[in-house]
C-alpha cells in the first residue's frame, strides 16, 4: 500500500502490484530475458529518484510491466534507453493527473475532439493544440492532410491531382500525421525543444521509421534529453499500423468465446502451429472470463507483433475491483482458481510472457506475449 | 434450443445417451449442457453416458471442471460417462493448463466410447483407471 504523491487525486490510496516473470520456457524466450536483465538499471533509476523502498518497489515493477508488453515492438538494441525512458516517465507520472494524460494520448491518435460535454474545457484546450500544430506544417503538407482527414479525399483522387501515386501520397500523410504528433504534444507542453537534434528524434519515433532513428542516434539522445525521453513514450509504437490490433469487447459469457476466436484467426494467419493456437486461445478464454467473472466489462486487444520476430500479444482490461493478491493469484495452484475461478495461473503456463497488473478499486490489466517457434 | 441451431443434442440408444456438442459453448451453455444432460441421465436412467466433445474449440478449465462436474453427478445416479473426441491439440493444452477430466474416462472416439461401456456394464465399474 502506498498513498499517492501530494499532487495526486485526494491522497487517494491504491495498492498496485504486479508480477513479471521471465518465461520458464526450456527454449529460453529473449523478450523477458532480455527484460530480466534490465531489472538492476531500472531499480537503480528509481531508487535514486524515489527514496520510499515500497514506492521504488512499485514503479520497478509498472516499469517493468510496461516494458515487458512494449518488448516485441521496440527494437532489440532500443530496449535498454525504451526502459530507462519508461522508468523515468514513471516516476514522473506519479505526481501528475494520469487522467488528463491519458485522455490526450488518446487524442494524439485520432485527432478528434471528444464530444463529452464534462470534457469540453479540455476539448476546447484540444482543439487549440490542434489547430496551432497543423500551422507548423507546411501549407502543402496541411492541405493535403485536412483534404484526406477532413474532407475524405481518397489517395488516388489526391494523388492525380498532385500529379504523384497513391502509395506516394499515403506515405506522404503518414509522414505528416508523425510530424503532427510531435508539433501537437510541443504545443500542449508549451516548449520549444532545448536542441536541434529534438525535433529529428521525435520525428523519427513519432513515424516508427527505425533506420531513421538510428542515423539520427535516437536512443542516446534520449538519455541525453529530459523532454525528448518525456515526450517519446505516447509516441512509441504510433508508427504501426492500426490495423495490427484487434479490439474485443467483453461483457458477457459469449464474448469468451469471440476473444478466443478473434486470437485464434490472428494467430493462425501469423503461421503459429495449431498446437499453439489451441493454446494461445485456451488463455484468452481464461483471461476474458475473468473479466466477465470479476468486473461488469473490459476488453481484450489482440496484437500481431513482427519485431523482433512473429508473435502475438494480448491486453487484457478491465476497471473492476482489482486483484487483492497477485502474487498469491499468480502461484496459488488448482485449489484456488477453482474456489475463486481464476484462470491466471493456468494462462500464464500456456504464454512465453505474462504479467499482471492490478490497483485495488481501479482494475486489472494482464498482458501476455506468444512468439512463433522457428519453423 | 429455441429456434437457433441447436448447440448439442443428446440421444438414447438403448441404456445409454450419447451427448453432443455441435459447436464452441460459452460458460451459459455449458452449464446448461450439463443441466440437460444430468435431468436425462434421471429421466431416461441411463446407465451409461458418451459426451462428444469434438467441436469444442478449447477445453479450458471451466469446460474441464464442468466435463469432470457432469461425470461425478451421473456417477451419483448410477451412470457411467465416457468423453469422446478430445482433440489431440486440445488434450495437450489442458496438461499444460494443469487440467485433467479427473476420474471420468476417455476414448478416441463415438465407437469406442460406446465399447468401453459395454465392458463397464459387463463388469461393474471400478473405481477409478
Ligand atoms: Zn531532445
Redesign the interface.
Given at each position: 500500500m502506498r498513498s499517492a504523491g501530494p499532487e495526486g487525486a485526494a491522497g487517494r490510496t491504491v495498492s498496485r502490484m504486479a508480477a513479471v516473470e521471465p518465461a520458464a520456457t526450456p527454449g529460453g524466450d529473449r523478450g523477458s530475458a532480455d527484460v530480466a536483465a534490465l531489472i538492476p538499471l531500472v531499480r537503480r533509476i528509481v531508487a535514486s529518484r524515489v527514496p520510499d523502498p515500497a514506492t521504488a518497489d512499485d514503479l520497478v515493477q509498472e516499469t517493468l510491466t510496461r516494458v515487458l508488453a512494449a518488448a516485441g515492438r521496440v527494437e532489440p538494441g532500443m530496449l535498454e534507453p525504451y526502459a530507462i525512458v519508461t522508468a523515468r516517465n514513471v516516476v514522473t507520472s506519479m505526481w501528475r493527473d494520469q487522467d488528463r494524460q491519458r485522455r490526450h494520448q488518446h487524442r494524439v491518435v485520432d485527432l478528434r475532439p471528444s464530444e463529452a460535454p464534462d470534457e469540453g474545457v479540455l476539448a476546447r484546450e484540444d482543439r487549440a493544440a490542434v489547430s496551432e500544430a497543423l500551422t507548423r506544417l507546411s501549407d502543402r503538407e496541411r492541405a493535403t492532410l485536412l483534404a484526406h482527414e477532413v474532407a475524405g479525399q481518397d489517395t488516388r483522387s489526391l494523388a492525380a491531382e498532385l500529379g504523384s501515386t497513391a502509395g506516394a501520397v499515403a506515405a506522404q500523410l503518414n509522414r505528416t500525421r508523425a510530424r503532427l504528433r510531435v508539433e501537437y504534444l510541443l504545443v500542449s507542453e508549451r516548449v520549444e525543444p532545448p536542441t536541434e537534434r529534438c525535433r529529428p528524434v521525435l520525428l523519427a519515433i513519432s513515424s516508427g521509421d527505425r533506420r531513421r532513428q538510428r542515423e539520427v542516434d535516437a536512443a542516446r539522445h534520449l538519455l541525453e534529453c529530459d523532454l525528448c525521453a518525456r515526450l517519446s513514450e505516447p509516441l512509441v509504437g504510433r508508427g504501426r499500423s492500426r490495423d495490427d490490433a484487434v479490439r474485443v469487447a467483453v461483457r458477457v459469457d459469449a464474448d469468451v468465446v469471440a476473444a478466443r476466436q478473434a486470437a485464434r484467426e490472428i494467430a493462425t494467419r501469423l503461421g503459429f502451429s495449431a498446437t499453439d493456437v489451441t493454446l494461445i486461445a485456451t488463455a484468452v478464454s481464461e483471461i476474458a472470463r475473468n473479466i466477465v467473472r470479476f468486473a461488469d466489462s473490459g476488453e481484450v486487444v489482440v496484437t500481431e507483433l513482427h519485431e523482433p520476430r512473429t508473435g502475438i500479444s494480448f491486453v487484457a482490461r478491465d476497471a473492476g475491483p482489482g486483484i487483492p493478491d497477485v502474487d498469491q493469484a499468480l502461484q496459488d495452484g488448482y485449489s484456488t482458481y477453482r474456489g475463486l475461478g481464476l484462470g491466471l495461473p493456468g494462462a500464464r503456463r500456456l504464454m512465453d510472457e505474462f504479467a499482471v497488473v492490478s490497483e485495488t478499486g481501479r482494475g486489472t490489466t494482464v498482458t501476455m506475449t506468444k512468439w512463433r517457434g522457428e519453423a | 434450443m429455441n429456434g437457433g441451431p441447436r448447440l448439442f443434442s443428446i440421444l438414447r440408444q438403448g441404456p445409454y445417451l450419447i451427448a453432443s456438442i455441435h459447436t464452441?459453448?460459452?460458460?451459459?451453455?455449458l452449464v446448461r449442457f450439463q443441466q440437460d444432460l444430468v435431468e436425462r441421465i434421471g429421466s431416461d436412467r441411463a446407465r451409461g453416458v458418451v459426451i462428444d466433445v469434438a467441436a469444442l474449440?478449447?477445453?479450458?478449465?471451466?469446460a474441464s471442471?464442468t466435463l469432470r462436474d457432469i461425470g461425478e453427478m451421473a456417477r451419483l445416479r448410477g451412470a457411467v460417462t465416457v468423453i469422446v473426441g478430445i482433440?489431440?491439440?486440445?488434450a495437450?493444452?489442458m496438461v499444460?493448463?494443469?487440467?485433467d477430466t479427473g476420474r471420468v474416462v476417455t476414448a478416441l472416439d463415438l465407437e469406442e466410447g460406446l465399447a468401453e461401456l459395454d465392458t463397464y456394464a459387463a463388469a461393474p465399474p471400478a473405481p477409478r483407471r
Open positions: - | 464452441a459453448l460459452d460458460d451459459s451453455q474449440d478449447v477445453l479450458d478449465s471451466f471442471r482433440q489431440p491439440d486440445v495437450f493444452a499444460e493448463l494443469g487440467m
